[in-house]
């Protein structure tokens, strides 16, 4: 069955910047979209159509496509990022969703 | 602000069916721009997509679980349905309901029960 790989961890220190990607064969044809999940809570969507934001996500986060990967980026990473990340994406029909085994960061 | 909220029996037997409600407030259920999704999360474990559903009953299913999962929806009431039969631990997970845009991802989440499969 088709699926996105995710790497399993990052480590950043603050105010730098990290980088997760998210790979899969559909990516070229379908939108991916990236999920924030802090402890004991529910996903927060960061990233929506590879690269939109919607409102009320802080501009140091920001995505990027290409070819069969695509990349969150978190800028001048704060405390409070660290959580777990998830992509998520269809299959080529477009139909079935699929999810990332997500990437944990952690900032030092 | 739309909120959703799900609601069960946080044990089930083995072998038995695992039976869900998402109760949707601030927005209806009637909507042609979305549909209404369960995913679930074992504990310590990623994000699983178990299937979506349309308010006039057109759903799709994760093909992994495709012969254990049914939903469905009671627009009247604003809520919709999961129903898993024949669970076993590893079903234990997280159940969280969520709307999905037609682009599928997923806008609004509940806040999650924890559903336990245990004799």
């Known amino acids: 069955s088709y699926g996105l790989t995710q790497e399993p961890s990052v480590s950043v220190s603050p105010g730098q910047t990290v980088t997760i990607t998210c790979s899969g064969d559909a990516l070229p044809m379908q939108n991916a979209y990236w999920y924030q999940q802090r402890p004991g809570q529910a996903p927060v969507l960061v990233i929506y159509r590879d690269t939109e934001r919607p409102s009320g996500i802080p501009e140091r986060f920001s995505g990027s496509s290409s070819g069969t990967t695509v990349t969150l980026t978190i800028s001048g990473v704060q405390a409070e990022d660290e959580a777990d990340y998830y992509c998520q994406s269809a299959d080529s029909s477009g139909v079935y969703v699929v999810f990332g085994g997500g990437t944990k960061v952690t900032v030092l | 602000q739309l909120q959703l909220q799900e609601s069960g029996p946080g044990l089930v037997k083995p072998s038995e069916t695992l039976s869900l409600t998402c109760f949707v407030s601030?927005?209806?259920?009637?909507?042609?721009?979305?549909?209404w999704s369960w995913v679930r999360q074992p504990p310590g474990k990623g994000l699983e997509w178990l299937g979506s559903i349309f308010s006039g009953g057109n759903s799709f299913y994760n093909p992994s679980l495709k012969t254990r999962v049914t939903m469905s929806v009671d627009t009247s009431k604003n809520q919709f349905f999961l129903n898993l039969t024949s669970v076993t631990a590893a079903d234990t997970a997280i159940y969280y309901c969520?709307?999905?845009?037609?682009?599928?991802?997923?806008?609004?989440w509940g806040q999650g029960t924890l559903v336990t499969v245990s004799s």
């Open positions: 969520a709307r999905q845009r037609r682009e599928p991802h997923f806008d609004f």
């Open positions: 601030g927005g209806s259920i009637n909507s042609r721009l979305h549909y």
